[in-house]
């Protein structure tokens, strides 16, 4: 988040300093279409907590993607802000491998329209996002950040920082998805709170 606020205000990089950035102003503001239709120009996450709803749409096609690159990095922050340290970790060593569709919940899968979104949760054999979209190849390029491709598409994975953020005393992660379709323009960008139990079992604590 520090890398999208107006760079003639200083660096914020101490996670206590994080509150600061609610208000701070981005390096560009966003026009969208406020939840009561008019048109308004976001210019800081404060802005976008008070205007954006579910079906919220840039006033231009082309800042979409910025839009939602600055909507889920807000989104993080304020988890930030209000998670707790946790008492306990089941998070392994080693999160981002070849293996991870196998134990992450399906809702992590791409979709591209609700009835879809729908047809997935509802079909009770599809329990990991593997089950949904197997995987055909995985590129890491870090411990935090890795790549995974299929016949559809590919899926970007960055994971931003653990921490307690149900109030459960068990420490959880936060996870960046950037969707990509092959062959289209299609992109999406989603948050989510991921936990394990110490059995190994992943589950999805929230979605943004």
Not at 29 to 52: I, Q
Not at 80 to 98: C, G, Q, V
Not at 171 to 197: A, E, P, W
Request: glycine share 6%; hydrophobic share 35%; aromatic share 12%.
């Amino acid at each position: 988040m520090p890398e999208l606020v107006d760079p003639s205000y200083d660096s914020i990089t101490d996670i206590r300093n994080f509150p600061d950035l609610i208000s701070t102003p981005w390096y560009a503001s966003v026009g969208v279409k406020s939840k009561k239709g008019e048109k308004v120009f976001l210019s800081s996450c404060e802005d976008l907590f008070n205007e954006y709803g579910p079906k919220t749409q840039t006033i231009k096609d082309n800042e979409m993607t910025a839009y939602l690159e600055l909507k889920v990095m807000c989104e993080a922050t304020r988890l930030f802000i209000n998670a707790d340290s946790a008492k306990y970790s089941f998070i392994p060593d080693i999160i981002l491998d070849e293996f991870l569709p196998n134990v992450w919940p399906k809702e992590i899968a791409l979709t591209i329209s609700t009835l879809e979104s729908k047809r997935i949760s509802d079909n009770s054999n599809f329990r990991t996002w593997g089950d949904v979209m197997p995987i055909d190849r995985f590129e890491k390029e870090s411990e935090e950040k890795a790549t995974y491709f299929n016949d559809e598409g590919f899926k970007e994975v960055d994971v931003l920082g653990n921490g307690d953020f149900n109030g459960d005393d068990i420490s959880d992660i936060i996870v960046v998805v950037r969707d990509h379709v092959t062959g289209g323009d299609y992109f999406n960008m989603r948050l989510f709170v991921l936990s394990v139990n110490r059995k190994g079992d992943w589950e999805l604590i929230e979605s943004f």
